[in-house]
């Protein structure tokens, strides 16, 4: 089994056992707040664009859709979920103005880059408790728009050995997944999951990189009808 299948099997488990116990967006070509942009192609910078988003595949996403829509949350119609993700993207780029954390736009998915510095001390899963009023903003979010999926990814840098990063990174995300959880937002809705070190968006050889590279990335992809 290959490191990013290992990746994914491993922090599958990790999060059923743990849930029981921030580059820049270029998407856009006006107003950031502007909820009509349905047809606009997103254009993430090449730094990120290749790495951001889903760790956990269509097929997680899908079973989770699923599911969603067996427990009573109505899928969206296809002609409806540009608008929808597009209203979604308005309100937590609003929400996340000037607290550090990265919104981008890919498609109809939407990406929340949290950086490692402002999110957790070093070398811990324990959120930082100034970080909670930022968390706030992305659970009263949610709450407003629950027909998404909600993908929490956890990433290192790759100091420490790949087993170290690999649990670490499950960890950090798993601490993110439980406080939206204990705002209210239902499990039924979240895929926790970690890369540890195997997807770097900056280089490792500098104090910079390697800070961009512990991050915890949600991403909300809508739930189709």
């Known amino acids: 089994m290959n490191k990013f299948a290992t990746a994914t099997v491993l922090s599958v488990a990790t999060a059923t056992l743990l849930l029981s116990s921030c580059a820049t ?6 107003d950031p707040n502007d909820p009509n942009r349905t047809q606009r192609g997103a254009i993430i910078g090449a730094s990120i664009g ?5 760790l956990s595949g269509g097929d997680a996403v899908e ?6 829509v067996g427990a009573g949350i109505g899928g969206i119609a296809g002609g409806s979920i540009g608008a929808y993700q597009d209203r979604q993207e308005a309100a937590l780029r609003q929400r996340m103005a000037g607290t550090g ?6 498609g109809d998915n939407i990406t929340l880059n949290m950086p490692g ?3 957790f001390a070093f070398d811990s899963s324990n959120l930082d408790p100034k970080f909670y009023p930022v968390l ?7 709450t ?3 027909q998404t999926v ?3 990814a956890g990433h290192t840098d790759n100091v420490g050995s790949d087993a170290y990063n690999q649990t670490l990174s499950v960890q950090r995300a798993t601490s993110v997944a439980n406080y939206l959880m204990g705002k209210g937002l239902s499990q039924q809705r979240f895929i926790v999951t970690g890369a540890g070190e195997s997807r770097p968006i900056a280089s490792n050889d500098t104090d910079a990189g390697r800070a961009a590279n512990r991050r915890v990335e949600i991403t909300l992809v809508p739930v189709h009808q």
């Open 25 to 30: 967006y270029t998407g856009q070509t006006n």
């Open 50 to 54: 290749a790495v951001a988003g889903l």
């Open 63 to 68: 079973r989770r859709q699923r599911a969603m």
């Open 101 to 106: 954390v990265q919104v981008n736009r890919e």
């Open 117 to 119: 510095n402002i999110t």
């Open 136 to 142: 706030d903003g992305v659970a009263q979010t949610l």
């Open 144 to 146: 407003e728009y629950n």
């Open 150 to 152: 909600v993908e929490v």
